[in-house]
Each structure stands twice: as C-alpha cells, then as structure tokens.
Nanobody, 129 residues
Framework: VQLQACGGGLVQAGGSLRLSCAAP???????MGWFRQAPGKEREFVAALSWRSGTSYYADSVKGRFTISRDGVKNTLYLLMNSLKSEDTADYYCAGDSKILGYNPSSNYYSNAANYNYWGQGTLVTVSS
C-alpha cells in the first residue's frame, strides 16, 4: 500500500499548513498517524487517530496547535498545523496500520512508529523565524 503525502512547504513562524495523505481506494488502515524527522534527529511521533472512531492522540509539543482528521470518502488523512514554530521544521511522514487487533490499543501504541506497516514518502515543512 503506497501512501501519498503532500502539502509541505515554506511558511513563516506563526503561519499554518495542511498536510494530506491519500491511501489507495479500497484499502483500510485501522490507525493512521503522522511522524516527523528533523535533520540530525530521530523520527518522532506527531499525531495519530483511530480511523473508525476518530479518537486522536497528539505529542505534547503539538497539542493545541495541530489537528489530525480523516475523510472516509476520500480515504485521506489530514494534519492541520497552526501557530507553526521553527522547531516544527522537519520531513513529515504519514503512516498506516492495517492490523486488526481485537482490542482498543493505548495511546502508547499509536505513538510507536514500529506499529505502522505502511508509510508514505516525506513532505518537507520548513518554518522560517
């Protein structure tokens, strides 16, 4: 399954961007999320959600500024990023987890990149101060 992420770009601090991640038709990911990786740093969790319920989870660093959402008709995941800061500069990756677990996983599950089995290419977000 190839996820297509887009929407990155150059924005001034305090500005906004919306990232999109499209999954192929007739595919289903029970959970989807966004991760990011800044130069010289490890990949880190940003936000994720349960596709069915819409329950969302956020990293503390983006809580209150970023909003993750999905469109079931378009099979697309979004990340609206407001009040951007220079430290938000990174490559942003969308990820999907198609596994049927049989239980409701904890927030720790959603924030662990190892639990996602499909990844999109990165889209670069650069925030100038």
């Amino acid at each position: 399954v190839q996820l297509q992420a887009c929407g990155g770009g150059l924005v001034q601090a305090g500005g906004s961007l919306r990232l999109s991640c499209a999954a192929p038709e007739r595919t289903f990911n029970a959970r989807m999320g966004w991760f990011r990786q800044a130069p010289g740093k490890e990949r880190e969790f940003v936000a994720a959600l349960s596709w069915r319920s819409g329950t969302s989870y956020y990293a503390d660093s983006v809580k209150g500024r970023f909003t993750i959402s999905r469109d079931g008709v378009k099979n697309t995941l979004y990340l609206l990023m407001n009040s951007l800061k220079s430290e938000d500069t990174a490559d942003y990756y969308c990820a999907g987890d198609s596994k049927i677990l049989g239980y409701n996983p904890s927030s720790n599950y959603y924030s662990n990149a190892a639990n996602y089995n499909y990844w999109g290419q990165g889209t670069l977000v650069t925030v100038s101060s």
